[in-house]
């Protein structure tokens, strides 16, 4: 059985000297390994390629069986690293609290163990005939969180 610390320093030393950085690595009973990473400037597939051979390389397949898949981390999914977060500064996002709560806004700042949102509404001010937008800063720690993902949209 290939150990996930094993992947986890192979696939780490290797993009020391990228721009690439590891979202996660998971390892089934079986020896499926998947490796998902990413980039601030995106996901080569010729990337993919040489990280697969270099991991394949540091294995013997006469002693270890394996399956080994490595991706990008997808658009659509939660994030999963700080990294993440940082590289979606500006964008918009979707954050899901662990109460149920959802709120989608412009992530605005990354801390250590919280990040901000810049959630945009709309309110009636006393004595006022309009509605105006109001920009209000909410900040979220990590671990209250149950999902954050990329919103997607298309003009």
Same mark, same amino acid.
């Given at each position: ?20 950085y ?5 390892i ?37 069986d $394996? ?8 658009? !659509? +999914?939660?994030?999963?690293? @700080?990294?993440?977060y %940082? =590289? ?14 959802k $709120?989608?806004g412009?992530?605005a700042?990354?801390?250590e !163990? +919280?990040?901000?949102?810049e @959630?945009?509404?709309? %309110? =009636? ?12 800063s909410?900040? $979220? ?10 919103i997607?949209?298309?003009k």
């Amino acid at each position: 059985m290939i150990l996930k610390d094993a992947i986890n320093q192979i696939v780490e030393n290797y993009l020391i000297e990228t721009n690439y950085y590891l979202v996660d690595v998971k390892i089934t009973t079986d020896n499926q390994i998947s490796i998902e990473i990413d980039s601030f400037e995106g996901v080569s597939i010729d990337f993919c390629a040489e990280l697969n051979k270099h991991i394949e390389a540091q294995f013997d397949r006469e002693v270890e069986d $394996f399956e080994l898949e490595v991706s990008s981390a997808g658009l !659509t +999914e939660p994030f999963k690293v @700080i990294k993440q977060y %940082e =590289k979606n500064i500006d964008n918009e996002v979707e954050v899901l609290t662990k109460t149920g709560k959802k $709120f989608s806004g412009i992530l605005a700042e990354v801390r250590e !163990t +919280e990040f901000v949102l810049e @959630i945009e509404r709309t %309110e =009636k001010p006393e004595g006022s005939k309009r509605k105006v937008t109001v920009i209000e800063s909410v900040t $979220f720690k990590y671990e209250e969180i149950k999902h954050t993902k990329y919103i997607i949209r298309f003009k």
